[in-house]
């Protein structure tokens, strides 16, 4: 506790204006800026997959049951920075059984479940069942187990089964889609809802942490592929890939539309909060807001992929650009949650004055603790590529 | 058809999922359904008359900044002592000649508060003592996921330190700044309007040492009491009133300088 006054005092003396006295904490630091980057991450997977599934963009197989698998490994670690940043984590059940139904944070919790169990894992399972059945006569040992384990007893492997769970999962797949813009649109409301906060208070939140959510999403899917084709040293799809680049201009066109638009209504509306938000994003979010994300993560991503759609360089320049533009994206949007976040506490609501936030290395905030998040849900993308490789599927219909 | 379609060992594991979801479902779904339940009986007026409503009157004119109301509330209420916890605070508003507003709040303005600007540069001064608004539509209450804050059948906004979560949800919602996560109890904390001590017939630490009188504490519903009688004889103001929170801490000679 000692350290946390250090750490307030010093914060204390940076003041700029005139704060209310309980605002020199940011309650909200770095876990909950994690929160959205990979709630959305695995929002954005998930509709790349269904692109394929639903939409019939047959150019995507590839990416199929790698984009199924990403949104898994990151929904797993979605809420760990959400729990770890309360302060009472062992009473965090209490969301589901006394849920308040006006509390949009409450409501989340069983958006959450819904997709994770619903959605995600039934889909999978009905994408996988078939080849469980096939591999656990095949393997030994721990794969063996896990595989006959996660059939939950059913060994059909003719035909009509496997018509059966693709009908099935197309039908889950459909779900699916509204299922996975509920998730992330809700994320968006968490913070859209919030009147008390000029910064977060708009209705367009929850439709820009979508698209958002989907830009990041696709790029992480488009990095992924290439990585994992590299480790496997077999060929990458460039019609797949180009595709996927595509899809990501289009969606980031959207969605620097819409946060555009945003910013225009602000300023010409130029409300009472308008002076203290026009210090906010030339000062204190200069370089995470005009630098990182929209010059970094938007509009060099935008001038490149764009290029790319009327002139085509040789295979090798693309790929070396999507895996920079992909890793670019990655970071503007995370940048983008940043500003949301951090940005949104950041100044007073007094609209008087600004507080000052540092990020610290230890701890359950810290940054060490934010990489570890980060990092994780990619171990746990290979441990399930280990276990239920995609690419290793015996597909019926080929 | 079915059996065409769906064999045995299949549509048992349907049959057990569907059991095991709905049931699960339906577990979840009854305590929320009863608290509803709950709510619809509170919500009967005539209950609600029996209680008393309570509410703050503040008069700006009055105020001079000594800063007893927050040294007193933190003696109290046990808030932690550094500057960065507060429950109430006071506000020292300077409007300087050149129309330039300097807003002060050391250590909430306990200890008193200086004027740091030169007389002949002032244009004018004044105080406002701040604090839960104890609103009627309370934002906090709203966001709360697990229901730890509420407001009481007297209109007090509590919150239940055994039960809070520590998700600073409604310290993000609350648009005064009148929440702060308690460093001992891990919990939001806030004003109570001294809920133990209005409890008791007795008035809150804050109203009870103001020397000047600027605080008037009383029942909204009781048409004698002191607070009623400083609404019909003063023209009043709520702070924020644009966020529709219904608030009912009233200031008398609010300037359009606070926020």
């Known amino acids: 506790m000692e350290e946390h006054f250090q750490h307030l005092y010093q914060a204390l003396s940076q003041v700029d204006g005139y704060i209310y006295p309980n605002e020199i904490d940011l309650h909200w630091g770095l876990m909950i800026v994690l929160y959205p980057y990979i709630t959305g991450l695995v929002a954005g997977a998930f509709i790349l997959a269904s692109l394929e599934r639903v939409f019939h963009v047959k150019v995507l197989k590839p990416t199929y049951g790698l984009a199924l698998l990403t949104a898994l490994a990151f929904l797993v670690v979605a809420t760990m920075p959400l729990v770890s940043h309360l302060q009472h984590p062992l009473r965090s059940y209490e969301i589901f059984m006394t849920p308040n139904p006006t509390s949009a944070m409450a409501i989340f919790g069983f958006v959450y479940l819904w997709y994770l169990m619903a959605v995600l894992l039934l889909e999978i399972w009905f994408d996988y069942r078939r080849d469980f059945v096939i591999w656990s006569k095949t393997s030994k040992g721990f794969k063996k187990l896990f595989y006959q384990l996660i059939t939950l007893g059913i060994n059909d492997t003719d035909e009509k089964s496997a018509k059966l769970d693709d009908r099935l999962g197309y039908f889950i797949t459909v779900i699916g889609i509204p299922s996975a813009f509920l998730l992330h649109g809700y994320v968006g409301f968490i913070f859209g809802s919030i009147k008390a906060n000029p910064w977060w208070s708009t209705v367009l939140m929850p439709i820009i942490f979508l698209f958002s959510a989907m830009v990041s999403g696709v790029a992480l899917v488009m990095l992924i592929y290439m990585v994992v084709s590299w480790i496997r040293k077999v060929d990458i799809d460039m019609k797949c890939l180009d595709t996927i680049a595509r899809y990501l201009l289009f969606i980031l066109i959207i969605d620097f539309t819409l946060e555009s638009l945003d910013q225009i209504h602000r300023i010409y509306e130029a409300e009472e909060s308008f002076d203290i938000i026009s210090v906010l994003v030339s000062g204190k979010l200069n370089i995470t807001l005009l630098v990182m994300q929209v010059a970094l993560g938007t509009i060099i991503p935008l001038i490149v992929l764009g290029l790319f759609q009327f002139y085509k360089p040789s295979e090798k320049v693309r790929k070396f650009f999507y895996f920079l533009i992909g890793g670019m994206v990655l970071v503007g949007i995370f940048f983008m949650r940043w500003n949301v976040v951090i940005g949104g506490q950041l100044f007073s609501k007094s609209l008087s004055g600004f507080t000052s936030f540092k990020t610290v290395y230890s701890g359950m905030e810290g940054s060490v603790m934010a990489a570890v998040w980060l990092i994780l849900p990619l171990f746990i993308l290979a441990f399930l590529l280990w276990l239920m490789p995609p690419w290793k599927k015996i597909s019926y219909n080929e | ?259």
């Open chain 2, 1 to 259: 058809m079915g059996t065409n379609r769906i064999s045995n060992n299949r549509r048992k594991f349907f049959k057990a999922s569907a059991a095991l979801i709905g049931g699960t479902f339906a577990i979840s779904i009854m305590k929320p359904l009863g608290l509803m339940a709950q709510t619809d009986s509170d919500d009967n007026t005539n209950e609600k008359d029996k209680f008393p409503l309570w509410g703050m009157g503040v008069d700006i004119e009055k105020c001079v900044g000594c800063g007893k109301c927050a040294e007193a509330c933190k003696i109290e209420n046990d808030v932690p002592k550094e500057p960065f916890y507060f429950r109430t605070w006071i506000e020292q508003y300077t409007v300087k000649n050149d129309g330039e507003v300097k807003i002060e709040s050391p250590n909430g303005g306990i200890g008193g508060l200086n004027q740091s600007v030169p007389d002949e540069d002032i244009f004018k001064s004044f105080m406002v003592p701040k604090l839960c608004n104890h609103c009627t539509n309370a934002p906090c209450v709203q966001a709360c996921p697990v229901g730890a804050t509420y407001i009481s059948p007297e209109g007090v906004v509590l919150v239940d330190d055994s039960y809070c979560i520590g998700c600073s949800y409604c310290i993000q919602a609350c648009p005064y700044g009148a929440r702060f996560m308690n460093p001992v109890t891990k919990a939001a904390d806030k004003c109570t309007f001294c809920y133990h001590r209005i409890s008791e017939g007795l008035q809150p630490a804050c109203v009870e040492v103001c020397p000047t009188d600027a605080r008037i504490f009383g029942d909204l519903r009781d048409k004698k009491s002191d607070l009623v009688k400083f609404l019909q004889e003063n023209p009043t103001e709520i702070l924020k009133p644009h966020l529709n929170t219904k608030s009912r801490v009233f200031y008398n000679g609010l300037s359009s300088e606070v926020r």
